[in-house]
C-alpha cells in the first residue's frame, strides 16, 4: 500500500490564524471560556485542512473550546506551538493525544501571559500610547501615527512568535522565556519605561499651588518655593499616591477619577491648587 500523504500547514495558513486571532481576540471575552470562542475561530480553517474527517474536525474543535486566556500578542508563542503540534497529529494520530495539546496550551497560559503582559502590554505599547498622548496634546498629527506604529509592532511580534514557535515546534517557547537575553531585554524596557513616566508625568500632569504671600511689598509664591527644591515635585507626587492607592490599597480607577474631579473643584474653590 503507498504511503498516505501527508498535510501541511502553508505561510497562507499560519497568516490567516495570526490575522483571525489578532482581530478577534477580545470580541467574544466572556466569564466562562474566556478567549476561547476566539482562539478555535482563529485555526479553524487550519484544523479544518489539518482534519477532512468530520469526526476528528468536531473533535479538534471540541478540546479548543476549553478555557484558553492570554496576553493577545505573546499568545502567538502558543498559537504557533499548536499549530505545529496538530499537525503532527492530524499527520501521526498516535504521536500526540488530544489531552496533551490541551495541557500543553493551558499549562503555558500563565507564563506566556506574564511575558506579553509585563514586557508588550505593559511596557512598550504603554510608552507608545504615553508618546502619543503628549504629541496629540500638542496638536501633532505626530501622535496618530506614533500610534499607529505602536500598534503595528505589536502585531509585528504575534507574527514573529507564532512562526518561530510553529516551525521550532514546542522547544521554542522554552528557549525564549528561559533566554537571558530576554530577561535582559524586559529590565531595560521596564526601566525605560519608568524614566518615561516620570518624564511624561511631569509634563502633563499640571498641579501648582496658588498660595503666595507679602511681606514688604515683596510676593513670595509658594509654587516657586517648591519649584526650587524640586522641580515637578507635585506632580510626580501625585503620581505615586495614586500608585499606592491602586496597587497597596486597591482602590479602583474609577474612584481615583472621581476623587479627582471633586477635590479639584474643592481645591479650586478655596484657591488653593
Known sequence: MAEEKKVSLTNKDVNRAIARWYITTEMSLNFERMQSIAYTYSIMPALKKLYPNKDDYKEALQRHLELFNTNATAGGLILGTTLAMEEE??????????????????????????????????????????????????????????????????????????????????SAIKDILSSSLMSDV??????????????????????????SATFDKVTLSVQDKIDAIMPGLLPISVLFIYYLLIS??????????????VLGIVFAAIGLF
Do not use: Q
Open 89 to 170: 497529529k492530524a499527520n501521526n494520530p498516535d504521536s500526540i493525544p488530544g489531552e496533551a495539546i490541551i495541557s500543553i496550551k493551558t499549562g503555558l497560559m500563565g507564563p506566556v501571559a506574564a511575558f506579553g503582559d509585563s514586557f508588550s502590554a505593559g511596557t512598550i505599547t504603554t510608552l507608545f500610547i504615553l508618546a502619543a498622548c503628549s504629541l496629540a496634546k500638542s496638536g501633532s498629527m505626530a501622535g496618530f501615527w506614533l500610534l499607529l506604529l505602536g500598534t503595528m509592532y505589536t502585531l509585528g511580534e504575534l507574527i514573529v512568535l507564532t512562526k518561530l514557535t510553529y516551525k521550532k515546534g514546542r
Open 248 to 261: 497597596k490599597k486597591h482602590v479602583s480607577v474609577a474612584k481615583l477619577v472621581i476623587g479627582t474631579i
Open 186 to 211: 524586559i529590565e531595560g524596557a521596564n526601566i525605560l519605561g519608568m524614566a518615561m513616566m516620570g518624564a511624561l508625568t511631569a509634563s502633563m500632569v499640571n498641579l501648582s499651588v496658588a498660595l
